[in-house]
């Protein structure tokens, strides 16, 4: 394994915490500071990979379109700060429809992303805002950063090499 990676959660990480499904681009509002930061870390050579947890999906509130579409609008956000996304893993399940290994804090999605980036997780590490997605990270040796929602995320900086 010989990449390092950036894993990081979405909702309240990269766009604002709303406290209900962000589903629509319109309502995707990407924190300061995100494209900044994750340039930087890509220029010290980490991949960048989303992991996050959609429940909404099972839940009927949207569907997987509603969030390619909000991914896509991300990447193309990024891109323009010169900013590329390597990947986005996420769980369309939740566990009052039906339990999945897939979910936070379940380790399935990072398992897959080390897998298929040959990522070291020992070089690697997670910014998430919530415990389950230091659970996550936890399960697999990857190190974790738990943040409050919406804060920024340009500490991570000072950790990377």
Known sequence: MSNKA???????VLNR???????????FDILPSVGETLKKAQEL????????????????????????KVHDY?????SEQGVEIDAFF??????IVSKSLDRKPDSILLEKAIYLHNIDPSRSFMI?????????????GVKCFKIESNS????ILDHLS
């Open 152 to 155: 920024s995320i340009s500490f």
């Open 74 to 78: 991300f990447q193309n956000q990024m």
């Open 17 to 27: 915490e709303r406290g209900e499904y962000t589903f629509r681009v319109e309502d």
């Open 45 to 68: 050579g980490y991949k960048l990979i989303v992991i996050t947890n959609q429940g909404g999906i099972a839940k009927g509130l949207y569907g997987h379109d509603d969030v390619k």
């Open 6 to 12: 950036l894993f990081l959660d979405r909702d309240g």
């Open 90 to 95: 996420y769980s369309p399940n939740h566990d």
């Open 128 to 140: 998430g805002d919530s415990d389950r997605d230091c659970e996550a990270a936890s399960k697999v």
